[in-house]
């Protein structure tokens, strides 16, 4: 299993986490039933797919351990290859590693610190 898992998050959603003490979700987690999560390997292809383009993004860094049971690798809906982390409940606080900010580059590309692949 995966040491930590991560999630994109819009700036002004995560600000709102932080006051709650957890997250739980944007609108295509809730309408999917759990948070979507990434492996470090599978994050750019991720933020390519679905927040490309998108501006004032965090990323998240979750504790994998931390979430006990409501953690399953699953394959995605989309018929990507792979399992990727589906969260079945609300990211507590106490479980995030870090969070680091994911500006947009000159291009428009998502600008991602060293360590994702």
Do not use: C, N
Request: charged share 25%.
């Amino acid at each position: 299993m995966e040491r930590h898992i991560y999630t994109l998050v819009r700036r002004t959603d995560w600000a709102a986490a932080e006051e709650a003490r957890a997250y739980t979700g944007s609108e295509d987690d809730r309408r999917d039933g759990f948070l979507h999560f990434s492996t470090a390997g599978q994050l750019r292809a991720t933020a390519a797919k679905h927040r490309a383009g998108e501006a004032d993004l965090v990323i998240v860094e979750a504790d994998a351990a931390a979430l006990g049971s409501a953690l399953r690798f699953e394959p995605p809906a989309s018929g990507r290859p792979g399992l990727f982390p589906h969260l079945y409940g609300s990211l507590p606080l106490s479980a995030v590693s870090r969070v680091l900010p994911l500006p947009l580059g000159a291009d428009g590309v998502h600008a991602f610190p060293e360590g994702f692949a």
